[in-house]
């Protein structure tokens, strides 16, 4: 009976954490920022990982609270423990953007993070990762490509035309020029500068 009791607090509490972040959503298309955010913030202190991933971006655009991208990243970092794909994508980022680059362990902490956002299907990892895994200080090509390849094919024009330098300089990959030119057309076609550049 107390397990029975104990699981259906649980159900009541996540359908709130549900309610309070669409409330969340809602507000926030109506341009009602503040309701948001408090929206948001409540459901986050429940555990809610979509409300923790919300209120960061709350706190990393200024909207309804104080731009603090400390703040922003704790609760990202909340989410991604939950494994919140695009949480894990942002958490990375700002772990390789706003901390010194020296700790190891946030390195590594971000790279493991971008990986499962990656993996998830977020296309912003998959491009990072392979731009990151391309000119990193030891790059690891083939790795790299990988990753731009599952960009490209999510549609990330970037990543399509970094896929033809690999192909165009043999990164990663057996080098062929075809193969470069049909990548270049293709992130061309779907507004890409470079590719434009390269095709003439």
């Known amino acids: 009976l107390e397990e029975a009791a104990f699981q259906l607090q649980q159900i009541f509490r996540i359908d709130i954490s549900i309610a309070l972040n669409i409330l969340g959503i809602e507000s926030m298309r109506a341009g009602h920022y503040r309701i948001a955010y408090t929206c948001f913030k409540l459901a986050a202190d429940r555990g809610y990982s979509k409300a923790q991933f919300n209120v960061g971006l709350c706190y990393e ?3 309804g609270t104080e731009k603090d991208l400390e703040k922003a990243a704790f609760y990202y970092y909340r989410a991604a423990s939950s494994c919140h794909p695009m949480a894990q994508y942002r ?7 706003h901390r010194p680059e020296n700790e190891w362990d ?3 902490k971000a790279v493991t993070f971008l990986e499962q956002a990656a993996m998830a299907g977020i296309t912003e990892a998959q491009a990072y990762l392979g731009v990151f895994y391309m000119r990193g200080l030891q790059p690891k090509e083939k790795r790299g490509l990988k990753y731009l390849l599952l960009a490209a094919k999510n549609g990330d024009a970037q990543s399509r035309y970094h896929v033809g330098v690999c192909y165009e300089k043999g ?6 020029l075809a193969e470069a030119m049909r990548h270049y057309r293709q992130s061309a076609a779907a ?7 390269r095709l003439r």
């Open 61 to 63: 655009h200024g909207r």
């Open 91 to 97: 958490y990375a980022r700002y772990l390789l953007c």
């Open 106 to 108: 946030r390195h590594q």
């Open 171 to 176: 990164l990663g990959v057996q080098q062929n």
């Open 191 to 197: 507004g890409n500068r470079n590719s434009r550049e």
